[in-house]
């Protein structure tokens, strides 16, 4: 065994840090405060896979999935405007980036001179005429939106929809600098980069429960139902970890693989305050967000995805769920940085759900509903605000033997499965074998 590590939270990102430790040879034990691993994901209707999302395809490649995910459709992406318009972001079979260009050229969700606008940027950033601005991180999407010619109906409509989407915020709490990097990872480079996948059936089946058994054969030692408390550091290293029950664990290493505000409290004061490395994570925030899950009596052949302009929820995905029956579907409903949202009551979330649910998927006679549900994250995202991304961590700390994980570090995505997955990976690799 090459040393034992300790990894605080049994999110996705202390799993795959987990995965690829124990792989290489060290003794990893989790905590985990609830009582089953999986964190957020648990909570999470099934994810919006990318291409370009490549840590993510690649744990997916490991676990024996890719297979079956790739052979997912691609999912086309379907804006509702405010007027009733609906229109769709046509997935060209062409090579990236020129599917985007033509789609952008075909897309009646922004006027012609907004497309124009926007192609004449594209043209001048890929020759360099004149550099993207070094202040982008500093500077809100919405301004440096505006200042490349996008009116405020496209600012309000389109691009809020996709900050939400991709950023989980509205476009005028956005960072210009990490908009324009997701936009061009997503749909600007790599051949198959714009292909937009929705798995229908749930995390669990194809990405928690493989992991779980290839952690339990590796013998990764699980502590569910335990609660860190508090890190103990001497000079330069973590010495122990507390635990609620007031006992200790002790290891060669340590990953912090938790929310940041979960990790700030097991932080004595003198560190915070002496080390800028944690010192700076009090300049993070986080968004919250509204989950409803809607179960119909309803035959539906696929997946769909809307986003939705100036509607309760941002944006709607229906499955089949052949899981209940043939005739069933699921909704689900997502609202993202719409704090309002938390005080109201299941029922009225519901109901909201429904109206909305009635504008993007428009029926002849309204389904039957079955079942519904709610999620409330108060402190769901990280909110990706200008001056972000220099306050985000890098995974090895001041500290010699102690790493941080998490969407929210810095990975260069918005905090999403991606980011943590390779968070997760990047603590690994820091760890020598
Ligand atoms: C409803 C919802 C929908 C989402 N949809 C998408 C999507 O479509 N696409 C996408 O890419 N991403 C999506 N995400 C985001 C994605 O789920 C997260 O980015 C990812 O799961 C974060 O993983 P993590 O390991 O960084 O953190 P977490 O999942 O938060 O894991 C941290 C773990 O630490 C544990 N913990 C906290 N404090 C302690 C403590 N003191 N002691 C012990 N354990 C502790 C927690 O219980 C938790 O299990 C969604 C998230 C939510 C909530």
Known sequence: MSGTVLILGGGISGLTAALQLSASGHAVTVIEQAAKVGGRLCH????LLLEAHHATWSLLNRLGKDVVTRRLRHTPLEFLQSTGARIQFLHLPLPSPLNTLLGTTLFQGLSMRDRWHLLSFLERTWEQDPPLPNDLDLRLADEWLASIGQSESARRGVWNSLARLLLGAALPQVSAGLFMRTLRRCFLTGARTTKLILPSHGLDSFLLAPLKAQLDALGVQFQ????????HFDRDRVVRVELADHTTLTADWYIAALPRHHLTPLLPERVVTHYAYFQQLSRLSESPLVIVR???????EQ?????????????????PDRALHEQAAVVWGIAVDAPDLLAQTN???????????????????????????VVRQPQAYLTPKPATQQCRPLPSSPFVNFFVAGDWT????????????????????????
């Open 44 to 47: 999470a209707p099934p994810p």
């Open 224 to 231: 569910t139902n335990t609660m860190a408390t508090q890190l």
């Open 294 to 300: 809607l179960h119909l009596d309803q035959a539906i």
């Open 303 to 319: 997946t769909q995805l809307v986003l939705l302009e100036h509607r309760t929820f941002h944006w709607m995905i229906r499955h």
């Open 347 to 373: 029922e009225a979330l519901i109901l909201l759900a429904l109206k909305d649910m009635g504008a993007a998927f428009p029926t002849t006679s309204a389904p039957r509903l079955i079942e519904a549900d």
């Open 410 to 433: 810095d990975t260069g995505w918005p905090a999403n499965l991606e980011s943590a997955i390779l968070s997760g990976q990047r603590c690994a690799e820091a760890i020598p074998a």
